[in-house]
């Protein structure tokens, strides 16, 4: 033949099964062209070798990375029982076959090292009186089983640059219906190299868009520690959402009652919702540093509070001034005890003040909603002291600003830094709905973009209600919930014991935050506990009492 040769010319087969397996090789190529898999990508590759041409056995090999040496992938042998590699879990130990010797040389004694080199398909019908390959590998092989190796065929595998990336080798060809071993025939040859050359197409398509999808993961990657870099406080939060986001989704996937039992994913599932995972939160890079990293009330670029304790230790200071002004003007009457009793005021005063300082620092942190008198007393504290500015002016004691800061209700952001926070997730949005997302990854914005809206439609930023919310997107909002509530990197908050996060969430549960379907399997499975084992310090892992919640 014009791209190989034969060694004892095979049968004839008939055209009705020429035809047959026309046939199956169509089929077969169209199911290798949606296996994304590359390790049963190239198993099937040589199961359905093995069964187009009626071999016993046979081996796929790819060239290594350094274009070096084969490197066997799959082995197979029907009448011997054996798999290995692939998806049989027993690992090939077999050195590599070298391509060149220690010399630089062509390593042709080696019959599927010279297909590979030579990029040409070689049929042998009986290894035993073939004459130019070393075939002392397989004689002790069948010393040692029992087995005669006979037919051979090998196939190099060249992609579309052809370029040969493997070899697919098979054994014994068998012929129906009596099992006797017969060389491959020339249609057997021909079919084989067929499905080689398609196989050499899938595997190169896998191989492009799996570094595609690298490239793809790394440029997310990329976004994160942008995000890291700017606030590391954020830069685990996306990545333990997405890790808790598959926990609860596979715990879903697997539960086949309930209100969810018709929920089910596949490969292609589950990496449309690792990416939304891990772009969740991409808006942030938007976000302005001193909003996502305030820790305090009065932080911007740095905590103001110590400029408000500057004011304190000035007033403290006129108040001493002041005293030892009026006793200089005692001097002369010297009189002891009005001055003690102007010193006693002084400390009065000062004590004062130094309550009001602390109160200030307190109420600064954020860590607990304010009641009602603790709003007035600030408010108090900014109008009713009096202080002279840089320019020698009174002025009240705490700017607008700084009154609007202090008087927080709960937490350390104002309405308008928390419209700033809220926006990172139309910012996500926008930045997702710009990509040309391919079909299987088509879901990935309304997935990102939900995890912020509630069951009841009074979440942000669309007002989605439950039932206009995918499984994913609700998944997701939980994720986003628990892990918040348990970080223990914030800058204005410990993370929260399990005990207490798990209360909170089945408050949100019950008061239409979150999915309480998908909660009770969050509960039932033990997600939270194994996201727990995985993500939070020792500390924070207590006891969860369901019970406790009613």
């Not at 099937?44 to 071999?55: D, M, N, P, Y």
């Not at 098979?170 to 050359?197: I, M, Y």
């Amino acid at each position: 033949m014009a791209d190989g040769f034969l060694y004892k010319g095979g049968s004839v087969d008939s055209i009705e099964d020429l035809l047959r397996r026309l046939e199956q090789l169509n089929a077969i190529g169209a199911a290798l062209s949606k296996e994304r898999d590359i390790t049963r990508l190239l198993e099937s590759i040589l199961v359905a070798a093995k069964t187009i041409t009626q071999a016993d056995g046979g081996t796929l090999y790819r060239v290594t990375e350094d274009r070096q040496a084969l490197r066997f992938e799959i082995l197979k042998t029907d009448s011997l029982n054996i798999a290995m590699g692939g998806t049989s879990g027993k690992p090939i130990d077999f050195p590599n076959l070298p391509l060149h010797d220690s010399q630089g040389r062509p390593n042709d004694s080696l019959v599927a090292a010279y297909a590979a080199i030579h990029a040409q398909t070689v049929n042998i019908a009986d290894a035993y009186t073939a004459p130019n390959f070393d075939f002392s590998g397989t004689r002790k092989f069948d010393a040692r089983t029992g087995y005669r190796s006979q037919s051979f065929l090998t196939v190099p595998m060249k992609d579309h640059e052809g370029d040969v990336i493997g070899v697919l080798q098979l054994l014994n060809a068998k012929r129906k219906p009596d099992g006797q071993v017969v060389p491959f025939s020339s249609s057997d040859q021909s079919l084989a190299e067929s499905l080689a050359s398609q196989a050499a197409i899938a595997i190169t398509n896998r191989n492009l868009m799996s570094q595609l999808e690298t490239l793809f993961e790394s440029f997310i990657s990329l976004i994160n520690l942008a995000i890291d870099e700017k606030s590391h406080y954020t830069g685990g939060h996306c990545q333990r959402v997405p890790a808790l986001t598959m926990m609860l989704a596979e715990a879903v996937n697997a539960h086949k009652e309930g209100p969810l039992a018709s929920f089910s994913m596949d490969e292609r599932d589950r990496y449309e919702l690792k990416i939304a995972g891990l772009l969740h939160d991409c808006g942030k890079v938007t976000t302005p540093v001193h909003v996502v990293d305030k820790a305090t009330k009065l932080q911007t670029l740095f905590d103001r509070i110590d400029l408000i304790d500057t004011r304190f230790e000035v007033l403290k200071r006129d108040q001493e001034i002041a005293v030892l002004r009026a006793q200089l003007e005692m001097r002369e009457p010297k009189d002891p005890a009005a001055e003690a009793t102007l010193w006693t005021a002084c400390r009065e005063k000062i004590d004062a003040l130094d309550a009001d300082r602390d109160f200030l620092r307190h109420v600064n942190q954020g860590a607990e909603a304010m009641k009602d008198a603790d709003l007035h007393r600030v408010r108090d504290i900014g109008q009713g002291h009096i202080w002279r500015n840089v320019n020698g002016l009174e002025s009240e004691f705490l700017s607008a600003d700084e009154l609007e800061n202090l008087t927080i209700r709960a937490g350390t952001l104002t309405s308008a830094e928390r419209g700033v926070i809220n926006n990172h997730i139309v910012a996500t949005i926008k930045m997702l709905e710009q990509l040309p997302w391919p079909k299987h990854l088509k879901n990935v914005p309304e997935y990102a973009g939900g995890h912020h809206e509630r069951m009841d439609g009074k979440g942000y930023p669309k007002g989605l209600t439950r039932d206009q919310m995918s499984v994913q997107a609700r998944v997701m909002g939980i994720a986003d919930i628990f892990e918040a509530l348990t970080a223990r990197d914030r800058p204005y908050k410990q993370g929260m014991k399990l005990s207490q996060a798990m209360g909170i969430m089945h408050k949100f549960r019950t008061g239409g935050h979150i999915d309480p379907d998908l909660f009770d399997i969050f509960v039932k499975e033990g997600v939270y506990l194994r996201y727990a084992n995985q993500f939070l310090d020792p500390w924070q892992i207590d006891t969860v009492n369901p019970q406790a919640w009613v």
